[in-house]
């Protein structure tokens, strides 16, 4: 099956920092999700994909599908962005990265 | 609208028990799975349903864990003779097949096994 592999497994950030996250695919997929999981354990979507690239506010992300990799951007960084960051892709069953656990301090 | 919900949110059962979990996908989603995550680890896929098709149960432990989804809306997943290696948090996602790929989860069960 496909591996997903995510670095930096943990980073700890002040508050107003920026980030990269990247995600590394074995082999080619052809969609690709961000999520969050809060302190409490909800995954919250935060990007579906599978190409290109998408912002949303302080997010933005990119994937380069030819080159089997994605980026997730966090700006200005806050404490509550401190969770745990997912990528995952696959075909029909999503295959999860070990997750970069992130610390905002205040 | 209304997200993936599930229930129990919390579970505590002796060894040996069964369990049963519950998922309500998202009204019209017919694509729907089951995740397990073990204390720090990333998800595990279990089982996946779509619409009327028979699941891919490829992802199931052992024959202990089955799952069943009626009326191609709610799902149960069962897990007999619990272990303590069951203990973990239960996910369950779907998605629209209509429009992309893209999944969205519930809250999850928390099931300790004692």
């Known amino acids: 099956g496909i591996q997903v592999e995510q670095s930096p497994p943990d980073l700890i950030l002040q508050e107003g920092a920026n980030s990269t996250l990247r995600c590394n695919f074995s082999?080619?997929?052809?969609?690709l999700q961000w999520f969050h999981q809060n302190p409490w354990g909800q995954l919250i979507n935060l990007f579906y994909i599978p190409s290109g690239t998408k912002q949303n506010g302080r997010l933005s992300a990119t994937t380069v599908a030819t080159e089997r990799y994605s980026l997730l951007y966090i700006s200005s960084s806050q404490t509550t962005d401190s969770g745990v960051y997912f990528c995952?892709?696959?075909?029909?069953?999503?295959?999860f990265g070990s997750g970069t656990q992130l610390t905002v301090l205040p | 609208g209304a997200g993936v919900s599930q229930s129990p949110s919390n579970k505590v059962t002796e060894k040996g028990k069964d369990v049963e979990l519950r998922c309500d996908p998202i009204?019209?989603?017919?694509?729907l799975y089951w995740y397990r995550q073990s204390l720090g680890q990333g998800l595990e896929f279990l089982i996946y349903?779509?619409?009327?098709?028979?699941?891919?149960k490829s992802g199931l432990p052992s024959d202990r864990f089955s799952a069943e989804r009626t009326g191609g809306s709610v799902s149960t997943l069962t897990i007999q003779r619990t272990q303590q290696e069951d203990s973990a948090v239960y996910l369950c996602?779907?998605?629209?097949?209509?429009?992309?790929?893209?999944?969205?989860f519930g809250p999850g069960t928390r099931l300790t096994v004692t």
């Open positions: 349903f779509q619409g009327n098709s028979a699941p891919d």
């Open positions: 009204s019209g989603h017919t694509a």
């Open positions: 082999d080619s997929v052809n969609n």
């Open positions: 996602a779907s998605r629209d097949d209509r429009v992309d790929y893209e999944q969205y």
């Open positions: 995952s892709g696959s075909a029909r069953q999503l295959t």
